[in-house]
């Protein structure tokens, strides 16, 4: 599957920015009195990826529902591809090219691998409410067998979902969050439960996407993160504490006393 292939639906969304991919500029979420996130502000250009790492409750999960749409801020302001999304709902990021994974599985257990990756791309599809079943030739189903391909599940795609590994289901969950060609992807925490061996299959599927797709990893397994990212935000109580390179946050003393003091440093 070549890069082109990949990149046809979103060249017809529109090239992509020479700016900013992603753009956070004081971004804050309060839960009454309780700021989850506070005065946030990021920069992401198109095609890097980014990984954002922090203890639990450091405001990662929340800064990722802010991005998507499942929140909106309380205040500061988000733009995506140069478009100031703030106030969009979900499904209009979406259609601009925003797609995430969620650390719990939305799957069709019922479903074999090729239909779950089959109606993903038709739900971002014109044709999506259409009641027609696929034709033999249907560029869908080229695209699903695709997107099989990439994550490493062409063996298993005519297994239903619910007799695949956990590690399976995640590789699965990548390539619905990579149908309609997005521009931008959130991955929440792909790692989290993974063996060593599937960890190290993840790493694979990130770093052999096409070059145009940008993401963001939210994650708690140092070495992956750092495995997949060109560039690293670490979080600290809802707000932004430290970002550089994967080599200057892995060695960065204050890093290492905050978040890896269990081992990692």
Known sequence: MSDTDLAAPADRLGSVSAGAALELRGVTKMFGALAAIADVTMTVRPGERRAVLGSNGAGKTTLFNCVTGDFLPTSGTIRLFGE??????????????????????????????????????????????????????DPLLTRAGELIEAVHLTAAR??????????????????????????????????????????????????????????IIIEHDMDVALRVAESVTMMHNGRIFKEGTPEEIENDPEVQELYLGDGHG
């Open 158 to 215: 005519d297994a239903l979902v619910s007799e695949l590994s956990y590690g399976q289901q995640r590789q699965l969950e990548i390539a619905l969050a990579l149908a309609g060609a997005p521009r931008f992807v959130l991955f929440d925490e792909p790692a989290a439960g993974l063996s060593p061996t599937e960890r190290a299959e993840l790493v694979s599927i990130l770093n052999g996407l096409p070059e145009h797709i940008g993401y």
């Open 84 to 137: 100031d999304v703030t106030r969009f709902p979900a499904h209009e990021r979406i259609r601009r090219g925003l797609r995430r994974t969620y650390q719990i599985s939305l799957l069709f257990g019922g479903l074999s691998v090729a239909d779950n990756v089959y109606l993903a791309c038709r739900g971002v599809s014109r044709g999506r409410f259409s009641l027609l079943r696929p034709f033999r030739g």
